[in-house]
């Protein structure tokens, strides 16, 4: 049984691009009903195209307030049938309107460790302070900017010589493992949220293979296929 997902874009779509191929792969448990983005030239949509996805363009610009940005996005939602929203590089603040709407069911994907590094320059706010370790964050959406209970985190080796994009592409590689993975677990009823904790639900799958990947600490651990 898979759970109807909207994912909302606003650039490149590279999450998106892992989510797409792991559902492909019949390991994710996510029907992806819609790609929305708030900006027509965000590449993410052609991939969404190109797999015979729905798209939508919802642009901020054309709306007088957030509010009324927020109701829009969740009128096509809701239209789409999605009942899980995935945020995969969507730049827009969402406000209490659009969390309320999709309590404890909205993930986001965060390149830094949070609650370290929020905001939209991640990785070359990492790279300048000189941490020698960053990583992503993948969490659940509340009312306050990359806020929410942490579902899953993994880090990367950070090195002196890193600009941002040198630490944004290893933490990009991470990104796709850990972000289709957050999102099974989401969709196959595994997360449940106490405090600002998120418990995982155990279940009897093998460990991933981690081959190829780098030094990299991910926990919870990936499971097989992702
Ligand atoms: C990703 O690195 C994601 O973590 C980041 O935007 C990029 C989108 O790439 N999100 C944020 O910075 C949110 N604050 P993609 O379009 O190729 O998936």
Known sequence: MKTPVAVLISGSGSNLQAMLDKAAAGVLAADIRLV????????????AAKCGIPTAVVEHGAYPCREAFDTALVAAIRKSGAEVVVLAGFMRILGPGFVTAFSQRILNIHPALLPSFPGVHGQPDAARHGVKISGCTVHFVDEKMDHGPIVIQAAVPAHAEDDGKALGGRILALEHRIFPQAVHWLCT???????RHVRLAPADVAPADMSGLGPCLVNPPLEQGF
């Open 189 to 195: 009823g595994r997360l449940s949220i106490v405090g």
């Open 36 to 47: 929305l983005s708030n900006r027509g030239d965000a590449y993410g949509l052609a991939r």
